[in-house]
């Protein structure tokens, strides 16, 4: 991201100036795209030297504030401390139509953090640290200790820029636990009750599938439905900045385009009910389809009032207000949930579109941990229960044939009349064709085996999802092709598919398709 000066037109190519110091031409240009803002009402009051700003893009008001809230600028920045607060609020400024609000907010309260704190505390500071370099290369000058304040960061500094802590999902069973109770909770609730927490339910049926961000999903339009061919159209408002290099306009219609998806009737249906009995009954002044709380300043449903909701119908349904899941979470289980039942386009952009590779490492490298809650949690609906402890039978869909083999038995009935297809998918690591320990059809006879075999298939699951997450790097860097991340999703389907069917054997079972096949 630069920060952009001007802009000159030439015979077939622009160029482009940047800011290079904050000085009084950069000062006097700052001032100048303030009160251009403060014009448009993105900021909303106030003077360039005022200790704080108001700032406004039409989905949520953000104060970015100047001053420190404790502590003082220490002399390492060789500046006093209105002039480094100055240089703070220049530099703010000039990120006005490159970012959104809430990261100038942080990067400012960072920025003001940082000259407080002492010499060896920025020597090791690793929070926005691009842009704590940039910001402090371009103090005129360098007085101070800046240099080695740099050197030192620049040294530390991590591979994004700075340290990420990712959102830490919960175990995967207590997703598949809640779609229950949510499933539960709207067959017994009454009207109001549904009317209430029809955005929960909404959110939780639609983002789980379809990954979008919270505030995207915040914003649907309120005229988002429509019929089209006999088939139901939902209009989504997606944003544009997370993409590319487009300037940020500071409104919903500049930030934000439609996009549309096809979903199921009764969908639909519940939409168009909770439009009938809530939305065209209460005037509220943002275009958006859920009724806002009646506090609200911003005319929609903020992403706070979302978050209350959501905690209510956790009380409501689950028992407990704590139930861990959260409004951030679905829009990933979407992606793990396509990644293992079939990759689409849809999928291949999301992910090339992530911001970190910490965040895919964080949710796409242990994906079997993923296949292992969806089989155990199968089971525990199957049995009513589920004990963590002790040995664990699973249930499988019915008795298969067996055909006796080296060191154990292989449930593949076209294996009888010489089909060896199945055979050449599996293979060992020296590259020989036909390795039943790592054929999915096998079943040892030793129970050692058995446990390595399992061992093996969980690792190969893990490896394909490194593997995509490499593929996903590539594409994010310009090195790959979409090709490359829709063949890593297939590989990884392929193994997860596999280990899914490891684990659903019935111990049993292949006693009793020789006794089937015998008697």
Known sequence: MQMVADLQDFEGFTKVFLFGELDADTREQAEQRF??????????????????????????????????????????????????????????????GCLNVNTIAEISKALIRLGCASFEEACMWDVYTAHALRFLGMIPGSPGYIGPVMEKI?????????????????????????????????????????????????????????????????????????????????????????????????????????HDYEIPRWMASEILTYKKNCTESSAHPRDTLFVPERRSSLGYLTYDQMRRRLMEFREAAAGRADFPVNLGDTRHLAMISLI???GSPVVCRELAGHESFDISSNYYANLSTVVESIVYEKHRE?????????SLRLRTAGQGVFTEVEGGSCDFSGIREGDI??????????????????????????????????KGFRKRVDEDGVFLIEMIEQVRRGNGAQEDIMSALLRLQNSSSAYRKVLERDPGGRKNGKAKENG
């Not at 106030?46 to 001053?67: C, K, N, P, Q, T």
């Not at 199957?382 to 002790?390: A, D, F, I, Q």
């Open 35 to 96: 009160m251009e803002y403060k014009g448009r009402g993105v900021i909303m009051g106030g003077s360039f030297m005022d200790d704080a700003w108001l700032v406004y893009d039409e989905v949520r008001h953000r104060r970015i504030r100047f001053s420190p809230s404790e502590g003082e600028i220490h002399e390492w920045t060789g500046c006093t401390p209105g002039c480094y607060c100055g240089y703070v609020r220049s530099y703010a400024v000039l990120l006005l």
């Open 154 to 258: 620049e040294e530390n500094r991590t591979l994004d820029g700075w340290r990420r802590h990712p959102r830490k999902l919960a175990d995967f069973r207590y997703y598949l636990r809640f779609d229950r109770l949510v499933n539960d909770f709207w067959k017994s609730a009454d009207r109001s009750a549904r009317d209430y927490f029809f955005p929960v339910y909404l959110w939780w049926k639609l983002t789980s599938i379809l990954p979008l961000r919270a505030t995207e999903f915040l914003l649907l339009p309120r005229e988002c439905i429509r019929s089209r061919n006999g088939k139901w159209i939902l209009a989504v408002r997606r944003t544009r900045l997370k993409k590319g290099t487009r300037k940020v306009g500071y409104t919903i219609d500049a930030d934000y385009e439609c």
């Open 340 to 342: 293992l039942s079939g």
């Open 382 to 390: 199957h049995r009513g229960e589920l004990s963590m402890e002790g």
């Open 421 to 454: 297809s199945e055979c050449m998918k599996s293979f060992c690591s020296n590259g020989h064709f036909g390795d039943c320990r790592n054929c999915h059809h096998f079943y040892p006879e030793k129970p050692g085996l058995q446990i390595m075999m399992q």
